[in-house]
């Protein structure tokens, strides 16, 4: 069974520090990965998408990259601002043409100035 | 675009009431999910729809239905409520190849 663990579960950091988020998972037979942010008492946003084949995502001063074959995920986010703090959740799909997601306990950033 | 609507957004339920969970996307999405999140909690997969006429179940199913009779919508339909279904329910839907695309939640409390 997929099981996605993310470290750490919390992070506070002063504004303008560069950082990293990490996400492993037990099954490497996964189709996609997916970065989303979360923040309090909203939906979810996508951020960043992998796909299996692909090694890394960027997005503005965000970078996902994945080793699938280790079972590994980071997200960096570069120079970081207040405006980053959220909850920030991975999760990956299977290779079973249904695109379910299993994800991660998330990871909490609060960015202070 | 509106993306994926959902509707209430606040409920609260005594236990043993009924109770359907609306959501609808306009995105011509063939895949729809809902999902629950539980406090300090992920995402758990509650019932999918790989297009309509077809669903099926998800990790945590029970005490849940869903119908997919069009490719907008993808109702949860909740029976005899019960404390343990207190929490926030998410409707998502996607395209393959595609990242998600999320509601803005429902927050149910059954008392």
């Known amino acids: 069974k997929q099981e996605v663990t993310q470290i750490p579960a919390a992070l506070s950091v002063p504004e303008g520090e560069n950082l990293v988020l990490n996400c492993s998972f037990t099954?490497?037979?996964?189709?996609?990965l997916q970065w989303f942010r979360q923040d309090p008492g909203k939906g979810l946003t996508s951020l960043l998408l992998?796909?299996?084949?692909?090694r890394e995502q960027t997005s503005g001063r965000l970078n996902a990259s994945l080793d699938k074959s280790s079972g590994r995920s980071t997200l960096y986010i570069a120079a970081s601002q207040p405006g980053d703090s959220a909850t920030y959740l991975c999760?990956?799909?299977?290779?079973?043409?249904?695109?379910?997601?299993?994800f991660g306990t998330g990871t909490r950033l609060q960015v202070f100035p | 675009n509106a993306g994926v609507t959902q509707t209430p957004k606040f409920r609260i339920l005594k236990i043993g009431q009924s109770m359907t969970l609306q959501c609808t996307q306009d995105?011509?999405?063939?895949?729809m999910y809902w999902y629950r999140q539980d406090p300090g909690m992920g995402l758990k997969l509650i019932y999918y729809?790989?297009?309509?006429?077809?669903?099926d179940k998800g990790e945590v199913p029970n005490g849940y239905n869903v119908s997919r009779s069009t490719t907008e919508d993808f109702p949860l339909r909740l029976e005899l409520a019960a404390p343990s279904q207190t929490s926030v329910y998410f409707c998502?839907?996607?395209?393959?190849?595609?990242?998600?695309?999320f509601g803005s939640g429902t927050r149910l409390t059954v008392v």
């Open positions: 998502a839907s996607t395209a393959t190849g595609s990242g998600y695309t």
């Open positions: 099954d490497s037979a996964i189709y996609n």
């Open positions: 992998i796909q299996s084949s692909q």
């Open positions: 999760a990956v799909s299977q290779e079973d043409n249904t695109d379910k997601l299993i």
């Open positions: 995105m011509n999405h063939n895949y």
């Open positions: 729809s790989v297009g309509a006429g077809i669903t």
